[in-house]
């Protein structure tokens, strides 16, 4: 029998980054509270500049959480960043096109 609930690594939410802030740099803040799998800062494709958040992964749960509650509404960068358990995306199927343009993470914030 196969636990659908078992998961490798913890996937972090990371919001109100400085729009220069290297995927390095964020790497290197979350290295102080464990090991971490990847950083991922996300772009906008037509402006070729950061939208100001990303993804850290990191396999130790006990870890990811120290660094959750350390660095939520810490100061990185010269900004307050925002620091959670990223939540699963609705539908990734539904919508597309310009008319329905859901920026779920954004309106939260």
């Not at 220069?20 to 979350?30: A, G, H, P």
């Not at 660094?67 to 990734?92: M, S, W, Y």
């Amino acid at each position: 029998m196969t636990d659908h609930n078992q998961h490798f690594f913890m996937n972090i939410f990371v919001a109100k980054l400085n729009y220069n802030s290297t995927e390095d740099q964020v790497r290197t803040l979350f290295e102080g509270y464990g090991e971490v799998s990847s950083v991922k800062i996300i772009f906008d494709k037509f402006e070729n500049r950061s939208k100001g958040y990303g993804f850290v992964e990191m396999p130790n749960d006990d870890e990811a959480n120290e660094a959750i509650a350390a660095l939520n509404e810490a100061e990185f960068d010269g900004r307050t960043i925002v620091v959670k358990e990223a939540q699963p995306r609705e539908d990734r199927r539904g919508g597309g096109g310009y008319g329905n343009r859901r920026n779920n993470y954004r309106d939260r914030y």
